[in-house]
């Protein structure tokens, strides 16, 4: 099984990633408010690297807009959002995982290294699986009943 290589990243490239403000982020954040702008941070990068967690927020958006819609009731969207929020931090751990991996093993194959990024996609998977059948089962016969009154 072949693999390519991409080629590590120039050292202009790894400034744009890590900005001034990150440089001292292994440090205990001073208070509460500089680790929520750190989260945030991890937050925009995943929606502005991150092609599926666009993806996910897009169909998190959109259940819980039909959930508002459809009229469901108060607890029904909480589990709706519940699961939808649990398929976002995993594509957040995901992100993390797979950037750590790649620092780890600085841009070359390692058979340890494919298992640990395969199972955390595994486990967004499984999430996101598990939050269109909840979903399903919530929406659908409301979206039924709508379209049949609407016949």
Known sequence: MSQ??????TPNTLQTL????????WQ???????SFKYAWAGISYS???QRNFRIHVSVCALAIAMSVFLHLQAVEIAIIGITSG????LELLNTAIESLVDLTVKQTYHELAKIAK???AGAVLI?????????AVLLLPPLMVLIMSAL
Do not use: G
Not at 86 to 89: C, F, P, R
Not at 127 to 135: D, E, Y
């Open 4 to 9: 390519k290589i991409s080629p590590p990243p």
């Open 18 to 25: 890590v900005t001034k403000d990150r440089e001292f982020s």
């Open 28 to 34: 205990v954040a001073s208070n509460l408010l500089v």
């Open 47 to 49: 929606f502005q690297t």
């Open 86 to 89: 649990l398929v976002l931090a």
């Open 118 to 120: 395969d199972c955390a």
């Open 127 to 135: 999430s996101a699986f598990v939050a269109v059948l909840v979903a």
